[in-house]
Structure formats: C-alpha cells, structure tokens
C-alpha cells in the first residue's frame, strides 16, 4: 500500500467513550429514546444522525434543538478530554521513517479534527486532512470522502490503506477501493467492523498488521 489513512474518532484519539455517554444521555432523558442503538450513530455526523432516527424511530424533534443538546458538551471532549490512543506515535513514526504519506479522514467537523490536529501537534504528520466539512457529496458511509483525501495524494482509493472503527467508516473505505482494517478494541465499546478486509482487537496488532500490509503482506480480503 502506497499510503495510509486514519479515521479521528475511536482510531486516533479515544473520543468514542465519551461521546457513547453523552450522546446516550441527550436520546433518553431530552426525547425519550431508550432503544437506539448508540454504535448506529458513530461515523454520522449530526445531520445524518438525525434522518437516521427520522428513519429507524420516527423521530420529530425540532432539528436545530436536536443538534444544540447533541453537539453542546462534545467541544469540550476535544478541547480538554480525549488523548491520544496507545500505538499511534509509532504508528506514525514508523510510516514517517519510510516516507509513507499519512492522512486523516473524518466524519467530524473541520473545527474539530483542527482542535485535535493542534492539541496534539499532528499538523507535520499529515499530507491530507479531510473533514465532513471538505467535501461536496454525503460523509461516511458515503465513500466520496476517501476518494477525496486519495485524490488529494494523487493516488488511487486501492492503493490506500484505511484504519477505522465504525460501520459507517469501514463502509466508505471499502466502498472507495480502500484496503480497510476493522478496529474493534476488545477493551472498548461493541463496534460493527466485520465488514472489514480484517479485523485487530488491540494496539499492538493494529501497529503489527498496519506494517504488514504496508509491506504488501495483506490478510485474506473478506
């Protein structure tokens, strides 16, 4: 694989948790929603969150308060709570000493994958940053988003590898040509991946499998 791209949420920064909690609470104590599934919504963004529900539960609720209570704590996740997940330093050192491009490609707003990129100084480690807010077409599972940051490479979305960890995510990787690892941490909320080219349940065996497929040493593609 000519280059690696990393999904934000639940890959390289341990948002997921905090946003499971949060987005939990909104949908049972503000509009009564006590059976969504939470995982459904991870790799959404709000827009597409809410005609999920329009679609799965009926929901009504006014969309401008839906967004307000969905989306008011979840800046100051990024701003103050999440870090770094374990291996991703390594990761990207490793695709650095091998002049491997690296890109991120998220579902989350622009505002938000820049509060990440800066908090953790990443800005260097990027060739391509795509957010839900850099592309014309619909976000994950859509797969314009990864044709996009490959096209921002000059590569083709089949010579790319894509980490991510939603179904939404892994969705749009392999609908786009992406090679896709599926991360489903064994430690970590139930996450939908097995859609993916493979699957790695921990830090060490994302870092392993992302250097052998790197090396042209791909698993069998499901």
Same mark, same amino acid.
């Given at each position: 694989m000519?280059?690696? %791209?990393? !999904?934000?949420?639940?890959v ?5 948790t ?8 909104? /949908?049972?104590?503000?509009? !009564?929603?006590?059976?969504?599934? $939470?995982?459904? %919504?991870?790799g ?8 999920y #529900? ?29 870090? /770094? #997940?374990p291996?991703?330093? *390594? ?12 890109? #991120?490609?998220? &579902? &989350?707003?622009? @505002? ?17 940053v795509?957010?839900?807010? !850099? $592309?014309d ?5 859509d @797969?314009?988003?990864?044709?996009? +940051? +490959?096209?921002?490479?000059? *590569?083709?979305?089949?010579?790319? =590898?894509?980490?991510?960890?939603? @179904? ?12 896709? $690892?599926?991360? &489903?941490?064994? !430690? ?7 859609h993916?080219d ?6 060490a065996? %994302?870092?392993?499998? =992302? ?6 040493e791909p698993?069998?593609?499901?």
């Amino acid at each position: 694989m000519d280059a690696v %791209l990393f !999904d934000m949420d639940g890959v390289l920064v341990d948002s997921v948790t905090h946003k499971y909690e949060h987005w939990e609470r909104v /949908l049972w104590d503000e509009f !009564d929603l006590t059976t969504v599934d $939470i995982e459904a %919504l991870i790799g959404l963004n709000t827009h597409d969150k809410y005609e999920y #529900l329009v679609d799965t539960h009926g929901f009504e609720a006014d969309r401008r308060r839906f967004a307000r209570l969905l989306n008011e704590d979840v800046d100051r996740v990024y701003e103050e709570a999440v870090e /770094l #997940l374990p291996g991703v330093e *390594m990761s990207f050192e490793w695709l650095a000493n091998r002049s491997v491009p690296i890109g #991120l490609v998220s &579902a &989350a707003s622009r @505002p938000r994958v820049d509060t990440v990129v800066d908090r953790f100084d990443l800005d260097d480690c990027f060739e391509t940053v795509v957010s839900a807010d !850099d $592309i014309d077409g619909d976000s994950k599972p859509d @797969p314009a988003i990864y044709c996009h +940051a +490959a096209a921002e490479l000059g *590569m083709d979305p089949a010579d790319c =590898l894509a980490i991510e960890d939603s @179904p939404h995510g892994v969705t749009a990787a392999t609908r786009a040509g992406a090679y896709c $690892i599926g991360y &489903a941490p064994a !430690d970590g909320p139930t996450r939908d991946v097995e859609h993916a080219d493979e699957i790695v349940t921990s830090p060490a065996d %994302l870092h392993e499998r =992302l250097r052998a497929v790197v090396n042209g040493e791909p698993g069998n593609r499901q």
